[in-house]
Nanobody, 125 residues
Framework: QVQLVESGGGLVQAGGSLRLSCAAS????????MAWFRQAPGKEREFVTA????????AYADSVKGRFTISRDNAKNTVYLQLNSLKPEDTAAYYC??????????????????WGQGTQVTVSS
């Protein structure tokens, strides 16, 4: 079992920045691919970004490329999401997810086994 706890959400103006954190416990963090998804009201949960255990391989949704950065600290069992140049359309609940690492980086919700409770990001115009 893996427990995931997100933090760092909040209210920010358009163009601003936030850093989300996801602390993991319960299983060897360094064996997990970690991901962030988001879900806006009335919409399906969508892939944002993911990172493989070594940190050397990442994937991003086109909508966030160049603005968001995922990173991880295996010594702290924590994955981070730096959100820059935020837009109102980035408003959503952001969820941390994890799964045992495989060759590819999955981008579907069904591919991830463990989920956090989410943290809300609201971007005002």
């Amino acid at each position: 079992q893996v427990q995931l706890v997100e933090s760092g959400g909040g209210l920010v103006q358009a163009g601003g920045s936030l850093r989300l954190s996801c602390a993991a416990s319960g299983r060897t963090f360094s064996s997990l691919t970690m991901a962030w998804f988001r879900q806006a009201p009335g919409k399906e949960r969508e892939f944002v970004t993911a990172i493989k255990p070594s940190g050397g391989s990442t994937a991003y949704a086109d909508s966030v490329k160049g603005r968001f950065t995922i990173s991880r600290d295996n010594a702290k069992n924590t994955v981070y999401l730096q959100l820059n140049s935020l837009k109102p359309e980035d408003t959503a609940a952001y969820y941390c997810a994890a799964r045992p690492s495989i060759f590819v980086i999955p981008t579907t919700t069904s591919s991830y086994t463990y989920w956090g409770q989410g943290t809300q990001v609201t971007v005002s115009s």
